[in-house]
Structures are given as C-alpha cells and as structure tokens.
C-alpha cells in the first residue's frame, strides 16, 4: 500500500525552492504529519499492526505504544488512522506523593472493576517504585491479575524515553489504550511537580492519593494538588492516625471552598460557591460542622470534593473509591463538562502536535543544529544575538509566520 508523501519523498525535509513559501509549507505539512491520511495510505507494516490493534491483540497495543513513545515514524499516521476509536474511554489520572500507595491503589482499583468484566488500561509515568501486588515490570509491560487475563494491562513509561514529549505522549499512549477498548485508562503520576498538573487537564477525574503522614496534605497545597483533585484518597489507613489526616484534609478544603465562597467555579466548574453556602446554611442550623450529604435541589447537582480512606494493600475502601469514580464520570457526563473538556483537548493535541512536529522539522530533518553551529562563534563574540539566529532557523523551516507564536 503506498503512503502518501506529497513532494517530499519519504519523510524526509528537502529545503526547498526559494518563493514559493505558501505552497511549500503545505506540502511539509501534509507529508511530514499525514494531514487526512486514510487507513489505505498506511505503510503495509503500519496497517498489519492496525489490523492487529483492531482484532485486540495485546501485543499489538504493546508495539503501538513502543512506536508512539519512540516517535517510530508513522506513529502519527498510526494515532490518525486510530482516533475514531478513541473518546470511550473514562480516562482518570491519579497522582500523589511518591509511595503514596498509589500504584497498589490501582491494582485494587483494577481487581474491583475486573470482577464485573470491566477492562483497565494504567500508565504509569516515571514511578519511582514498581508496581506491586502482580509479579511486574521487567519489560515494562505486563498484563496483570489471573493468569492469561487481559483485562488489565499497564505500561510503565520513564519521562527520559519519551521522545515526543512526555505529556503529548503520555495522552497518546492513553488514547491508543481507549482505542483498543479499555473502559477506564488511569494515568499515574507522581505529584511533585507540573506534572500532575499536566495530568488533571488530561483526566476526566483526578484522583490525589495521600498518606496520614504528618505534613502530606500541607506539601499536597504546595505542590497544587488541591486545585485538580475532583476526589482525595487517604491511603494507609491502616495506619495510625488517618482518621485525623482525613480530617485536617476535610478542614482545609472547607476552608478553601469558604475562600472562594465569591469567587469559583473551580476546577471541572463544581459550583463551589453553592455548595459553600449550602455548608454554611447547614452549619449554622446544625451548629456545628457536618460532612454528610445533604439533600440538594439544585439541578445537576455540584461535585463536593470527597475525602475516602483507603488500605490499599488489602483492599480496603477500594470499592468505594471505584463508585466515587463512577459518580464523578456520571456528574461531568451529564453537566457536558465532560464533553467541553474533550473538546478543548483536542485543540490542545493539535498543538502540540504542530509544536511536536515543528521541533522536529527544525531539529531533526532541518538545517537547525547547521545553522547553529555555523553561528557559534559569533554568538560567543557577541556579533549576533540569539534572537537573530534563531530567527534565521525558523526561517529556514517555514518562514515568518511559524516565529509569529501563538
Ligand atoms: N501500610 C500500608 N502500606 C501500603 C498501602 N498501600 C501501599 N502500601 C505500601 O506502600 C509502598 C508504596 O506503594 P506504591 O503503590 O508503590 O506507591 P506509589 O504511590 O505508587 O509509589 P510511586 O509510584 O513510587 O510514587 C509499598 O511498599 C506498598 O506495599 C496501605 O494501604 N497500607
Ligand atoms: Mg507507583
């Protein structure tokens, strides 16, 4: 099956012709990214591996992963010719400090939703510890729970290998696992930087899993997991003193929720302002702080931020935190937040996909690391800025309006 390659030949960027700019950037493009290619226009090895991606083999969404996190060229083509299938899928990222119990949250998360049949794609992005509790990692992937199940099926990526840029990828490689069927793709990461927050504008529902440890739910404010959690898991509660962390936890998002009394929406567009009114209403009947649910008419009716207590070595509270997600996942379905959500992330794909492909162009296939290094001596004796070489990349690449930024 012949692919289409426009003028360029395969794959390749050919600098080309002076003056014809316009015409010549729509041939890159076209080329370079596949613009509107169609299942027939895949490579034959492309399509045996969507052939198998489709019959649900599971090795071949393990090779569909290795071509996307390796930037294996046609891996764009690969995620076009795929995107019909993707959107079914209840993506939901779940972050923390490191050794939160995150990991083993997950595989009690997956054995509560494979007992009704349910499927669960997990990425795993950076994680400092293996996953436990299934005989895993080694080759990075494993299929876990009973044997010969592949109903789950997690992947480990290291930040370091990914060439496509570790959030786009992280999304892709979740995309491929929505695509090939899996009801619920988690994405775990650990919350100590901007990554989670990556994370959360991925996830339909992000989940922050915390421990009792002292201090955990202070560092989770500074690192700004309180903005992007729509649920807070208190994990190890096995240990002392979780009833209190959850606690102090519940304190602080009500006071929060009271900082904000007029202000919000806050994140996912809870009508916070609502609901801390309510609580307020609430206490001063009561007089005193009650954190059961009270009966609401307002209509849809807004998310509170729920605090569960997890032991999640043994299971414990795992199956409420699977109907937590449920409830979450039915509450921004029917409000349509769901679906603003998703469209705005495919206007975000698409830049990062053009971001993605011009640093290649520039870097990889162009004359960028050329040019650069020609300049380097006047950059060091100061007879050219920066700004200048760096400009006459871009436009070596595709002219004035690809420097213009958005
Ligand atoms: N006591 C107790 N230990 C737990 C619980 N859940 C997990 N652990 C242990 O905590 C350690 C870390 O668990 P992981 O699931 O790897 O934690 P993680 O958050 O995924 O870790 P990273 O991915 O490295 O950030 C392991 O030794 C687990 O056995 C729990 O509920 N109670
Ligand atoms: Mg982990």
Redesign the pocket.
């Known amino acids: 099956m012949a692919m289409r390659m426009g003028r360029m030949g395969a794959g390749g960027h050919a600098p080309p012709a002076q003056g014809c700019k316009r015409a010549r950037r729509s041939v890159i493009f076209t080329s370079y990214y596949g613009v509107g290619v169609e299942v027939n226009d895949l490579k034959s090895s492309e399509s045996e591996l969507l052939e198998a991606f489709e019959a649900g083999e599971a090795r071949a969404l393990a090779r569909a992963i290795s071509w996307v996190e390796n930037a294996r060229p046609g891996f764009e083509r690969l995620l076009s010719a795929l995107h019909s299938r993707v959107g079914r899928a209840h993506r939901i990222g779940i972050t923390?400090?490191?050794?939160?119990?995150?990991?083993?949250?997950?595989?009690g998360l997956a054995k509560v939703v494979r007992k009704d049949g349910g499927r669960v794609g997990v990425v795993?992005v950076d994680?400092?510890?293996?996953?436990?509790?299934g005989a895993l990692l080694g080759d990075r992937i494993r299929m876990t729970g009973t044997a010969g199940d592949d109903g789950v099926f997690i992947r480990s990526m290291a930040s370091r290998g990914s060439r496509g840029g570790l959030a786009t990828t992280t999304r892709e490689v979740a995309d491929l696992m929505d695509a090939f069927g899996f009801e619920r793709v988690v994405v775990?990461t650990?919350g100590v930087g901007q990554s989670e927050l990556e994370i959360a504008e991925a996830a339909d529902t992000t989940v922050v899993?915390l421990t009792p440890e002292s201090g955990d739910s202070i560092q989770a404010m500074k690192a700004g997991l309180m903005e992007i959690a729509d649920i807070f898991v208190v994990?190890?509660?096995?240990?002392p003193d979780a009833a209190r962390a959850a606690g102090e936890l519940k304190t602080i998002l009500r006071l929060r929720q009271g900082q904000v009394y007029d202000r919000v929406p806050a994140h996912h567009g809870v009508d916070l302002t609502a609901m801390a009114k309510r609580r307020a209403d609430q206490e001063k009947a009561d007089g005193a702080a009650s954190e059961t649910a009270e009966e609401r008419t307002d209509d849809p009716q807004p998310w509170e931020i729920p605090v569960l207590l997890?032991?999640?070595?043994?299971g414990?509270g795992v199956s409420e935190l699977v109907e937590t997600l449920e409830s979450h996942y039915a509450l921004v379905k029917e409000t349509g937040e769901l679906a603003e959500r998703r469209a705005k992330r495919l206007l975000e794909r698409v830049r990062a996909v053009v971001d993605r492909g011009l640093r290649t162009q520039v870097w990889r296939d162009g004359d960028g690391e050329a040019i650069l290094e020609r300049a380097r001596a006047d950059l060091e004796l100061g007879s050219r800025t920066p700004y200048d070489v760096a400009a006459e990349i871009l436009g070596a690449v595709g002219g004035d309006s690809v420097g213009g930024g958005r």
């Open positions: 923390g400090p490191p050794g939160a119990g995150k990991s083993t949250l997950i595989y795993a994680p400092t510890s293996p996953f436990t509790g775990e650990v899993v994990n190890k509660a096995d240990r997890t032991s999640a070595h043994d414990e």
